[in-house]
């Protein structure tokens, strides 16, 4: 059985089993601590029945009028517990808060242009390719990063999906 519940400052010093994959961003402390106090509605954790942490999502909430959103900063699920749904139940709760809680436009994600597995599980879940960021991974494999977006509820007709024709560079991020 798996219970969602809130991230907990604890779990910081449980969750390298979920971490320590290639594919998973780690941040520093201070980072893991901002989301926490700033957005905890945002911060989740799937906990298995024997109490270890099977995977989290973490988000906040940015933007302003059109660009009101819900953001997905990180969402991973440890591999012993991948392919069970985790990481869409994961998702669609914070859908839930951003739509419900922050009445916001859309839902966007940031994920690399080579993670295939990552874009074709978004993409079942109804996001959208909304730009390709041009060098958006740094570090020792840079990489384009695809910001993949999916409407909530108050963007009626999906204005917020409208794929822009040409990549961008991160300094052009709006956020």
């Known amino acids: 059985m798996t219970t969602l519940r809130r991230f907990e400052l604890d779990d910081l010093l449980k969750f390298n089993n979920i971490n320590l ?23 989740e954790t799937a906990v298995s029945s024997n109490k270890s942490l099977m995977g989290y999502c973490m988000g906040k909430s940015e933007g302003s009028e059109e660009l ?17 749904g985790l990481a869409r139940t994961l998702m669609s709760s914070l859908e839930l808060t951003t739509s ?26 109804g996001y959208k390719v909304y730009r390709r960021v041009l060098g958006y991974y740094s570090g020792v494999n840079p990489e384009d990063g695809l910001d993949m977006r999916k409407a909530m509820e108050r963007d009626k007709d999906k204005k917020s999906m409208v794929p822009l024709e040409h990549p961008i560079t991160p300094e052009e991020l709006e956020w």
């Open 100 to 125: 419900h809680l922050y009445n916001a436009n859309f839902v966007d994600l940031f994920v690399r242009s080579s993670n295939n597995r990552a874009i074709g599980m978004y993409e079942k879940l």
């Open 68 to 84: 009101w959103h819900g953001h997905v900063t990180a969402v991973t699920v440890a591999p012993e517990y991948r392919r069970q």
């Open 21 to 43: 994959d290639g594919l998973t961003e780690t941040y520093n402390i201070g980072f893991y601590l901002e989301y926490m106090s700033r957005w905890p509605e945002y911060f």
